[in-house]
């Protein structure tokens, strides 16, 4: 008896590429448009987008199982049971491991984050928590400082962006402010300080964005 053969293919979705186009050679073009008849949560397998990962199991040059990556958070799964395909969407699963960032302010923000050995968007995460009390193009000094506890995640041994920060430092004017991630019991999260006040008020300080955590420091102060 001859052994199936089995091929399994990884890859990217390229500019031009369509689920039609990636399907055809082990699917008839008749089934390819059934399946994306079949939406799952919204989401059409004609909606493949350019950068996803994906992969593509063949038997015998027979299409098995498809699997796409819409974001970081889910993916969707095809996979043939008999003679039928099933379509589901599953969260992607990801090694959470907690780890303890800290560093001193020079320049700004970005770049302090940045000498610690992480990504932008850790800043971004950090900069988030303490926007309602802290500008943080007008109010950060040199020798500022931070320190945070972050879930990572990581997927068969890569880092692959941040989870929750779930403790954080910062000391700003010799001043230091306090946050914890607290989730209630209908999942819903929000940071508090140290005597159980939100951080999330109802006045923002300044409107988010990159280019203010990653200006240099500032004396000048606008007229209210």
Known sequence: QVPPQIEKIKGVIKSGDTISSLLDPYLPLKQIYKLCARKVDG??????????????????????????????????IVQKQNEA?????????????????????ITNLSNAIKQAGEKNELAMKLADIFAWDIDFIRDIRPGDQFRLLVKKKYRSGKFSGYA??????????????????FEDSKGGK???????????????????????????????????
């Open 43 to 76: 989401f059409s397998l004609s909606r493949i987008k350019t950068g996803q990962a994906f992969t593509i199991v063949v038997k015998n040059r027979q299409l098995v199982w498809f699997e796409y990556e819409i974001d970081e958070k889910d993916r969707v």
């Open 190 to 224: 929000g940071y508090y300080d140290e005597d159980g006040g939100s951080l999330q008020k109802s006045f923002l300080k300044a409107p988010l964005s990159y280019s203010r955590i990653s200006s240099g420091f500032t004396y000048k102060r606008m007229h209210p």
């Open 85 to 105: 395909f099933s379509i589901v969407k599953k969260a992607i699963e990801y090694d959470l491991v907690q780890e303890t960032v800290s560093g001193r302010i």
């Open 164 to 181: 929750d920060i779930e403790a954080a430092f910062f000391t700003n004017r010799d001043i230091e402010y306090k946050a914890f991630l």
